[in-house]
Structure formats: C-alpha cells, structure tokens
C-alpha cells in the first residue's frame, strides 16, 4: 500500500520557496485560503517511489514568533496539523540569517530536511559551502539545489521520502548554561502538564521565556498556573540580572552564536567581500536625488511598454468581434440584438484589452520578480515618512496598479494597525488594472495623439491623491506614532520567464474569469434593462448629479452605476448602450453624447476615484473588520471623485469654451 | 551615535535598540541584535539607511534610525 505523507513547506521570503514547490508538486496544486484569513494558501500532491506526498506551502517568514499573521498561521500548522516533516528552503548565498528560522523549527522537535536552494548564486560570490558537515552539525539531511534551473528536485524528493521514514529530530541547540538552567526547570515543571498544540516541553519552556504573545495570552491553563508563572518570572528575572538584557535577546543572540559557529566550519567565503553588482546598481538606483526621478521613469516606461506593444492584439480582437458581429447580422428580433449589442458588444469592449492587461502585469511581475519593488519602497520611505506612513506601505500601493483587492490584503505585512488601516484607505485610489478599460478607450478616441501621457496622468493622479489624503488622514483621523520600517532588500535577479509566466497569470486569471462570468453577467442584465427600456429612468434619476462634471447624460450615469459592480463595465455599457462595439465607442460618445475631451478627461478622473468596486469593498470591510471604515472610504471617494469631475470640467471650460 | 550618522562604507557595532518588543523583536529576527556588526551600505541623509548584516541587505526607515544606537567598530576587521 502507498505511504501519505505531509510535508510543510517553510522558508524566508525571497528564497526561492514557491519555484521549489512548484517543482516538486507540478501542476498537481490547490491554491485556497487558510482556515479564518484571506491568506493563500497552496497545497500540492506528488507520487515518488511509492510514497504519495502532500505538499503544504506555508508563507513565507523570517521567524516563527507569533508576531505577524503569516507566521502565526505557519506556526501553528506545524503543530496543530503535525506535518511528518518541514523541508526548510534556505537562500545558500545568504545561510546566515536563513538559518534562523532552521534553529527555531529544530527547536520545535520535528524532523526537517533543508533544502539548500540559489547554490548558482552562491557559487557566482565565491562561497563553498559544505552540505555534509552542515547535515551532521545539524543532525538533518541537507540537499543542494537550484529551483529556478529545477537542478536537484529529485533528491529533494529523495531526501524528504527516507526523512519521512527515518523520522528523526535534528539536533537541539545549547543556549548557554544560565538559559539552559532556566529552560530545564520550567520544562520540568511543564513535564506533567497539558500543553497546548501537542508541543514539547522544551520548546514551550523557550517561548514562556521569551515572552512569545501567543503563549502568554493565548494559553490560560499554562500561564494561569501559579506554579510555572512563579518560575517564568524568577527566571526572567534572575537573566535580567545576568545578562542585562531581555531574555528573549540573549535568546536570539544564542540562536545566532551557534549558527555563526556553524557557518566557520561549513562556509567557506572570499577573504575580501566582492562589491556585489546588486550593490552598484543600488548605488544608482537609491540615490537620494536619482532614486525617486528613476522611479516615476521607471513607472512611466511601464505603461508606454504596455500600451504600445498592445496595440496590434487589440486590433486583432477587434477585428475577431466585429466579423462576430457580422456574422450575427442576420439574426432577426431580440434575441439578434441580444446576440449583437449584448454579448458580442458588450463582452467584445472588455475583452479587447485583455492584451494591454497582460501586459502590465508582465511588467508589474518582471519588476516584483527582478527586485526593484523593494528599493521602490526603499525609495519613498523619506516621502512616504513626511506623511506619517513608511516604505513598506508603498509595496501595496504598487500592488494596487495590479487588483485593489489582493493589494490590500498585502497590507498585511504592516504591522503598525493604524498605518495599515490609512494604507487600505487610500488603496483604490490606486489605478487598478480594471479601469485600464475605461482611461484606454477614452485616450484612444479623445487624445489620439497624447494617449501614453493622458493615461499615465491618471496614475500620478490617483498616487498624488492617495499620498495627500494619506497624510490627512494621519494628520486628523488615525493619529499615532507610526511604526517602524524595516525591509530587506533582496539581491537584484534576472527574472525567468517561467517565474513571470506564473505571477502574469496569476493576476490575470481573474480578470478573464471576471470577465466570463461576473462582468458578463451585468453586461447582460444592462442589456436586458436597457431593451426593456427599465435603464433610462434609472440614468435620469441619477443623471443630473452629474451635470456639473459635464457627464449627465443618462446613459453615462448607468455605467457609473453599474461600474461599482466591477469597473470593466463602465466601457462595456457603453458598448451595449450606444449599441457598438468598442472600436466605435469613441465616435458613438462624440456624436450621441456631445463628449469633449474635456468631458472624457473629467470623467476618466470620476471612473479612477469614485466608490471602489464590490470586491475592494468587500476586502475592504473583511481586513478592518469594521463597517464604519468600509463606508468611510465608499463615502470619501464618491464626494472627492464628484468634486475634482467637476473642478476639472468647469475650470477646463474656461480655456477650452 | 544614532544609527542615522553612520557614514557608507563604515563597519559599526549595534550597541543599543530603543523602541517597542516588536520593533526589537523584527530586528532580531533580520539579524541586528546589541553587539552585531554590520557594514553601512547606504544612508540616505534624512532618510533610510542600507545595512549589510550577515550576507543580505537590510533597509531601516528613516524613523527608525534614530532608535538604534551604534558605534565604530574598534580596530578588529569586519567578521567575514
């Protein structure tokens, strides 16, 4: 019969750990959420020599401390659900401080097998390591390999299947006789008590002292017992004493004195440092005069990349939906016009930037890919401080060019609550790849000529907003001291196309599949509404709101509507209302309408700011858990997105007539 | 000195952390902990500083590099 067995996949961030798990695991994965979080997260099967394995991808941490919900959840899956081991992958040019977590998943009692992935990258800086004698200082099988060449998947299968059946804990760290002294007695005492998640002793007796969170509060049948809180407070005390520092530092401290003893006799580096080529780049890329200029280049680049290149595809779409519809000519009474202005029109305008789309999350994923997403947050700490936020929360705000949604789940990694709550604020002021659509149609058909420049001005736009009101809202709203930022800053790497293929999709998954079925589904209803003739009195009722924007035609206030829903729709009821299909959008606003660039302009700015769509509410009201925060933010972006419309139509028309 | 006054290309020894459990706690857990030495890599003068703590590359926001408190290395070499 098969062995099952499960394996916990654990690492830093940056090392490599979802190119090994996509190795190991192949096409065979399930990407769902942890139980009660909205973080992912990926599970995969794989048969080797007739053993099945269940692979389990925890995030990615630097520590199992109860500090952040990422570790949390990794924390508590390896004792709550007792994985038969943790394959630990490990960055081999940067051991050091990987191996802390390694040390504190020993620690926990259950076999690992380190997995010793980038050894390229170690090998290009002239370190040797030595996977045997880190294997016997350790006590647990390491295997090299290289994940993004796919070198050495096979014995780490191999390893992870003889760990299985071995079973064997790896070594257990010596922390130094005063913390040993009080390690022993307090798991002595634990000895013959209950512990929570089925832990050991020891390891209990390590978090006790180093007043982990999770153990202190969370565990009330431990921490309430006279007998241990006595010991754990005379211990901490007594190290105080000794050491003149929290026991907790000089347990961190002891975690890296056994890890920098093992790195003299395992790694052999270069007696003089080469300036790495990571380095020289930073050099220019954190300039403190350079960096910021570069960056808007950089962002600038990015969307003239993507918009030009696009071009030809859409065309060819177009082109695929226009003989579509041609072909649907003949078809007679409602259901031909269904067929044509329904569902030929209406899917055919969000459809055709489908190419544009994938094109910015090419790039968005080459620059998260390639490490420049942090310096980009590196970057903007200076300016991100003077509004009393930091750097880490411009990587959310980046992220929100891409999907509001996952964006702002991002936030996560911010650990400061009230920093996390302005940066979620702002968040759908950043440009998502949904309102593309809508800036893409209206530059095409309003700015022929400037129409890179109209649509990047959308996206300064929304990043000066959301940093004005940032600040504001620091300043009057959410006061406090910020939290601190600490990054690390990840060695620039080429970026494979296969590890770009899987980000791409990733994020554009779900515009198709949107697309197929929620925004399909509304452009039907639209039609439905408008063929009945229910549409129009919705429009006039809402229509004079905005009139002073200059769009208070019935027909532009139903996409407003409907594009809370999902903002591809505002151009597909455009599609279906004019009855044409994208390419004839532009003309079709002109002429029935009475558009001018002026009005194409200010409503672009509403369609950026106004009400996020139901997904970011939704996420929204999930990550703050507060209602009066969700309705804050549809309220302040409907009021802000009305008032700049209407500024920028009615000061325009003072130039423009 | 304060960590912000840490020239590029110098070696320093951290000699003190200020600030919450949790800020110590992250630093420890990237590597900088009292008595570590790392090399200054970059400071952006007001504005974060570029640190290198055993092989990678650590960024510390501009508040918080007036929370650390480090010196000169004296005379040793940087470990390697």
């Given at each position: 019969?098969?062995?099952?067995?499960?394996?916990?996949?654990?690492?830093?961030?940056?090392?490599?750990k979802?190119?090994?798990?996509?190795?190991?695991?192949?096409?065979?994965?399930?990407?769902g959420?942890?139980?009660?979080?909205?973080?992912?997260?990926?599970?995969?099967?794989?048969?080797?020599?007739?053993?099945?394995?269940?692979?389990?991808d925890?995030?990615?941490?630097?520590?199992?401390?109860?500090?952040?919900?990422?570790?949390?959840?990794?924390?508590?899956?390896?004792?709550?659900?007792?994985?038969?081991?943790?394959?630990?992958?490990?960055?081999?040019?940067?051991?050091e401080?990987?191996?802390?977590?390694?040390?504190?998943?020993?620690?926990?009692?259950?076999?690992?097998v380190?997995?010793?992935?980038?050894?390229?990258?170690?090998?290009?800086?002239?370190?040797?390591?030595?996977?045997e004698?880190?294997s016997?200082?350790?006590?647990?099988?390491?295997?090299?390999?290289?994940?993004?060449?796919?070198?050495?998947?096979?014995?780490?299968?191999?390893?992870?299947?003889?760990?299985?059946?071995?079973?064997?804990?790896?070594?257990?760290?010596?922390?130094?006789?005063?913390?040993?002294?009080?390690?022993?007695?307090?798991?002595?005492?634990?000895?013959?008590?209950?512990?929570?998640?089925?832990?050991?002793?020891?390891?209990?007796?390590?978090?006790?002292?180093?007043?982990?969170?999770?153990?202190?509060?969370?565990?009330?049948?431990i921490?309430?017992?006279?007998?241990?809180?006595?010991?754990?407070?005379?211990?901490?005390?007594?190290?105080?004493?000794?050491?003149?520092?929290?026991?907790?530092?000089?347990?961190?401290?002891?975690?890296y004195?056994?890890?920098?003893?093992?790195?003299?006799?395992?790694?052999?580096?270069?007696?003089?440092?080469?300036?790495?080529?990571?380095?020289?780049?930073?050099?220019?890329?954190?300039n403190?005069?350079?960096?910021?200029?570069?960056?808007?280049?950089?962002?600038?680049?990015?969307?003239?990349?993507?918009?030009?290149?696009?071009?030809?595809?859409m065309?060819?779409?177009?082109?695929?939906?226009?003989?579509?519809?041609?072909?649907?000519?003949?078809?007679?009474?409602?259901?031909g016009?269904?067929?044509?202005?329904g569902?030929?029109?209406?899917?055919?305008?969000?459809?055709?930037?489908?190419?544009?789309?994938?094109?910015?999350?090419?790039?968005?994923?080459?620059?998260?890919?390639?490490?420049?997403?942090?310096?980009?947050?590196?970057v903007?700490?200076?300016?991100?401080?003077?509004?009393?936020?930091?750097?880490?929360?411009?990587?959310?705000?980046?992220?929100?060019?891409?999907?509001?949604?996952?964006?702002?789940?991002?936030?996560?990694?911010?650990?400061?609550?009230?920093?996390?709550?302005?940066?979620?604020?702002?968040?759908?002021?950043?440009?998502?790849?949904?309102?593309?659509?809508?800036?893409?149609?209206?530059?095409?058909?309003?700015?022929?000529?400037?129409?890179?420049?109209?649509?990047?001005?959308?996206?300064?736009?929304?990043?000066?907003?959301?940093?004005?009101?940032?600040?504001?809202?620091?300043?009057?709203?959410?006061?406090?001291?910020?939290?601190?930022?600490?990054?690390?800053?990840?060695?620039?790497?080429?970026?494979?196309?296969?590890?770009?293929?899987?980000?791409?999709?990733?994020?554009?998954?779900?515009?198709?599949?949107?697309?197929?079925?929620?925004?399909?589904?509304i452009?039907?209803v639209?039609?439905a509404?408008?063929?009945?003739?229910a549409?129009?009195?919705?429009?006039?009722?809402?229509?004079?709101?905005?009139?002073?924007?200059?769009?208070?035609?019935?027909?532009?206030?139903?996409?407003l509507v409907?594009?809370?829903?999902?903002k591809?729709?505002?151009?597909?009821?455009?599609?279906?209302?004019?009855?044409?299909?994208?390419?004839?959008i532009?003309?079709?606003?002109?002429?029935?309408?009475?558009?001018?660039?002026?009005?194409?302009?200010?409503?672009m700015?509403?369609?950026?700011?106004?009400v996020?769509?139901?997904?970011?509410?939704?996420?929204?009201?999930?990550e703050?858990?507060?209602?009066?925060?969700?309705?804050?933010?549809?309220?302040?972006?409907?009021?802000?997105?009305?008032l700049?419309?209407?500024?920028?139509?009615?000061?325009?028309?003072?130039?423009?007539? | 000195?304060?960590?912000?006054?840490?020239?590029?290309?110098?070696?320093?020894?951290?000699?003190?952390?200020?600030?919450?459990?949790?800020?110590?706690?992250?630093?420890?857990?990237?590597?900088?902990?009292?008595?570590?030495?790392?090399?200054?890599?970059?400071?952006?003068?007001?504005?974060p500083?570029?640190?290198?703590?055993?092989?990678?590359?650590?960024?510390?926001?501009?508040?918080?590099?007036h929370?650390?408190?480090?010196?000169?290395?004296?005379?040793?070499?940087?470990?390697?």
């Amino acid at each position: 019969m098969d062995r099952k067995i499960t394996v916990a996949l654990a690492g830093n961030p940056n090392t490599g750990k979802t190119t090994v798990f996509n190795n190991l695991t192949g096409a065979r994965q399930h990407v769902g959420n942890w139980p009660g979080v909205t973080v992912e997260k990926r599970e995969g099967n794989r048969e080797h020599k007739g053993t099945s394995i269940h692979v389990v991808d925890l995030p990615g941490v630097y520590s199992l401390t109860a500090y952040s919900l990422d570790e949390l959840i990794a924390r508590r899956f390896i004792l709550e659900e007792k994985p038969d081991l943790v394959a630990n992958v490990v960055d081999a040019s940067n051991l050091e401080r990987n191996l802390y977590l390694t040390t504190q998943l020993l620690e926990m009692g259950i076999p690992v097998v380190l997995v010793l992935n980038m050894m390229d990258m170690a090998r290009s800086r002239g370190y040797q390591i030595d996977p045997e004698k880190l294997s016997s200082l350790l006590g647990v099988p390491v295997v090299p390999c290289v994940a993004s060449r796919s070198e050495g998947t096979a014995e780490v299968l191999d390893a992870i299947v003889a760990a299985a059946e071995a079973h064997r804990p790896g070594v257990s760290l010596n922390y130094g006789r005063e913390i040993e002294h009080a390690v022993g007695s307090l798991e002595e005492l634990l000895r013959d008590r209950p512990l929570p998640h089925r832990a050991t002793p020891r390891w209990t007796a390590i978090k006790l002292l180093e007043d982990d969170e999770d153990m202190i509060e969370g565990h009330e049948e431990i921490t309430g017992d006279a007998a241990v809180s006595e010991a754990r407070e005379k211990s901490l005390a007594h190290l105080k004493s000794v050491y003149g520092e929290e026991a907790e530092t000089v347990i961190a401290d002891a975690r890296y004195g056994f890890i920098s003893g093992l790195m003299k006799d395992v790694v052999r580096k270069p007696s003089i440092e080469r300036v790495t080529a990571s380095d020289q780049i930073d050099k220019i890329v954190l300039n403190r005069w350079l960096g910021i200029p570069l960056f808007l280049a950089v962002l600038y680049g990015l969307f003239q990349v993507a918009f030009t290149l696009s071009v030809p595809f859409m065309d060819w779409i177009d082109a695929g939906f226009g003989w579509l519809a041609d072909q649907a000519g003949g078809v007679e009474g409602w259901f031909g016009a269904l067929l044509r202005d329904g569902i030929i029109g209406g899917l055919g305008s969000v459809l055709v930037f489908v190419p544009v789309i994938f094109l910015l999350y090419i790039a968005l994923s080459i620059l998260e890919d390639c490490g420049y997403m942090a310096r980009a947050a590196f970057v903007m700490d200076r300016l991100m401080h003077k509004i009393g936020l930091h750097g880490r929360s411009f990587v959310p705000m980046m992220l929100g060019f891409g999907c509001n949604v996952p964006a702002i789940m991002a936030t996560r990694t911010i650990e400061n609550p009230k920093d996390r709550l302005v940066t979620i604020l702002v968040n759908p002021l950043m440009s998502c790849g949904a309102r593309l659509p809508v800036y893409a149609l209206l530059a095409g058909a309003f700015f022929t000529a400037h129409q890179g420049l109209v649509v990047f001005s959308m996206y300064a736009i929304g990043i000066i907003l959301a940093i004005l009101l940032a600040w504001v809202f620091r300043k009057r709203l959410v006061r406090g001291e910020s939290g601190h930022f600490v990054m690390e800053l990840p060695p620039y790497r080429m970026p494979t196309i296969k590890g770009v293929a899987v980000h791409t999709w990733e994020r554009g998954r779900s515009f198709l599949t949107r697309a197929g079925t929620i925004i399909f589904g509304i452009v039907l209803v639209i039609w439905a509404l408008d063929y009945t003739g229910a549409l129009e009195p919705i429009g006039r009722a809402v229509a004079p709101i905005f009139g002073p924007a200059g769009f208070g035609q019935w027909q532009s206030a139903v996409t407003l509507v409907f594009g809370i829903l999902a903002k591809e729709v505002v151009v597909g009821t455009f599609g279906t209302l004019l009855a044409t299909g994208e390419a004839g959008i532009g003309a079709a606003l002109g002429s029935q309408l009475g558009w001018t660039p002026l009005i194409a302009y200010a409503f672009m700015v509403m369609t950026l700011i106004y009400v996020p769509c139901m997904a970011t509410i939704a996420v929204t009201r999930r990550e703050t858990g507060s209602w009066k925060w969700t309705f804050f933010m549809i309220g302040y972006t409907l009021i802000l997105g009305w008032l700049l419309a209407t500024l920028i139509y009615q000061i325009g028309r003072l130039f423009v007539g | 000195m304060p960590l912000g006054l840490a020239q590029p290309g110098e070696c320093i020894e951290i000699l003190k952390i200020r600030g919450g459990h949790g800020f110590r706690r992250r630093l420890a857990e990237m590597g900088l902990t009292s008595g570590s030495r790392v090399r200054v890599i970059s400071n952006g003068r007001p504005g974060p500083v570029v640190l290198e703590i055993k092989g990678s590359r650590l960024a510390i926001g501009h508040g918080a590099t007036h929370k650390i408190h480090v010196r000169h290395c004296s005379g040793a070499a940087m470990p390697a």
